[in-house]
């Protein structure tokens, strides 16, 4: 037999795992109700990961972060939103935003801002979706033009996860608009940019402590070489990041699943009535087991993508696609059960589980709808 791992965690990611775990049971579970009621950015949480450097674990050590591998960013993710889906969009949300940079940018505006990020002096957002441009992204409105040694931007984008509370914005505009698709660049903006402006807080479903607010762009004047890669590059370079983040997306709804699924066991074995637990009824077992059993399989498919993202394999686009539809979906049927099997009791705040249930419904929604996975997967498989 040879001396390697066949089919595991390589042990590397198993002690991340334990590490971010304690810290997340010590430091980020007990701000998660408080988070979700009051609708407060989970500040603590963020110092407790910064602490650890799990906020932004993905930035490669020569822009002075930890340098995780995409395998290893996934479990951290998967770990937080365990404790606090609001919290897991701070690592989540800083790979998301910064990944345009790393795919794409020039040496230069990789060193002036991915060691901030690294150093946790503000984070990244991705400005994409537009009010009027959600699935269909290519169709955005928002326009930067050439001016001598600057950019203006001028638009408005729409549904911008961690907005107000970002330092830095990756942001889609289009350069020129008869190019459709091949007319959209990146630019690096920043929140003290003149003309940059913020909506008020989305009222929403779930991850309540996680803000999601327009981003208005009023005559934003930035220099130059704040584009990402070359002009009329920036859809390419959005869906490569989506590629590669969909796997992140995947890795919250696991932990969000999985934190469902911990609470519910514990809770089936305590809970009595017809005078034993109710884990010792057969109806339950098979909830339980069936829990189980989509959300190991969600965790195969998503560790599978991730090690396609980190190798940055061709069929990436479909597995990064599969396994953040696969886990979503999975996450939403495990939340929901959870919710069933403490009855009463699951449907009142007094318990974590509705929480888990309602943030689950995003992991369905953005950075793709699932709708539109099933499309992307399916272009792929055609394509052959
Ligand atoms: N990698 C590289 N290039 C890609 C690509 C990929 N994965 N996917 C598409 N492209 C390229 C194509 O090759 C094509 O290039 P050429 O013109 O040079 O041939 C170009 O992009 C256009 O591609 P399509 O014709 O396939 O584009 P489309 O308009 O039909 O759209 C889509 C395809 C898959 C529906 C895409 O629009 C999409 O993914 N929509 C969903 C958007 C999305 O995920 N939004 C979420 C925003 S992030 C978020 O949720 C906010 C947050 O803060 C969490």
Redesign the pocket.
């Given at each position: 037999m040879a001396d390697f791992d066949v089919y595991r965690l390589p042990e590397d990611h198993e002690t991340i795992r334990a590490a971010v775990r304690e810290i997340c049971d010590a430091r980020v579970a007990p701000h998660a109700a408080e988070a979700d009621e009051t609708g407060t950015f989970p500040k603590a949480s963020y110092d407790a990961l910064r602490a650890s450097d799990f906020h932004a674990p993905h930035i490669p050590v020569e822009y002075g972060g930890a340098g995780a591998d995409a395998l290893a960013t996934a479990i951290v993710i998967e770990e937080v939103a365990r404790a606090c889906a609001s919290s897991s969009l701070i690592p989540a949300?800083n790979k998301?935003g910064t990944m345009p940079l790393i795919l794409a940018a020039s040496e230069d505006l990789k060193q002036r801002y991915l060691p901030k990020v690294a150093a946790g002096e503000g984070m990244f957002?991705?400005c994409?979706?537009e009010p009027e441009a959600?699935?269909?992204?290519?169709s955005m409105t928002t326009r930067a033009v050439r001016d001598g040694d600057h950019w203006v931007l001028n638009g408005v984008k729409r549904?911008?996860?961690n907005a107000g509370e970002s330092e830095y914005y990756t942001v889609f505009a289009v350069t020129d608009p008869a190019a459709r698709?091949?007319g959209i660049s990146a630019f690096v903006v920043e929140k003290s940019d003149a003309g940059v402006s913020f909506g008020a807080p989305e009222k929403k479903l779930g991850i309540k402590g996680s803000p999601t607010r327009e981003v208005y762009f009023d005559n934003v004047r930035i220099p130059a070489d704040r584009i990402i890669g070359a002009e009329g590059t920036g859809?390419?370079t959005a869906?490569?990041t989506?590629?590669h983040t969909r796997v992140t997306i995947a890795a919250q709804a696991l932990g969000i699943a999985q934190g469902a699924l911990d609470f519910a066991l514990s809770y089936a074995k305590e809970r009595k009535q017809f005078g034993k637990p109710i884990a010792d009824f057969q109806g339950l077992q098979f909830m339980l087991a069936d829990m189980g059993m989509k959300l190991e399989a969600a965790r195969q498919l998503t560790y599978a993508a991730a090690g396609k993202s980190e190798r940055g394999d061709a069929d990436l686009?479909y597995f990064g696609a599969a396994a953040k539809c696969f886990a979503s979906d999975a996450a939403m049927e495990i939340t929901t059960d959870a919710v069933q099997i403490l009855g009463g009791y699951g449907y009142t705040r007094d318990y974590p589980v509705e929480r888990m249930m309602r943030d689950a419904k995003i992991t369905q929604i953005?950075?793709?709808t699932n709708q539109?996975q099933r499309?992307?997967m399916a272009?792929q498989l055609l394509k052959g």
């Open positions: 949300v998301l957002s991705y994409l979706s959600g699935s269909d992204a290519a549904w911008i996860t698709s091949r859809f390419a869906m490569q989506l590629d686009t953005y950075e793709g539109v499309i992307v272009r």
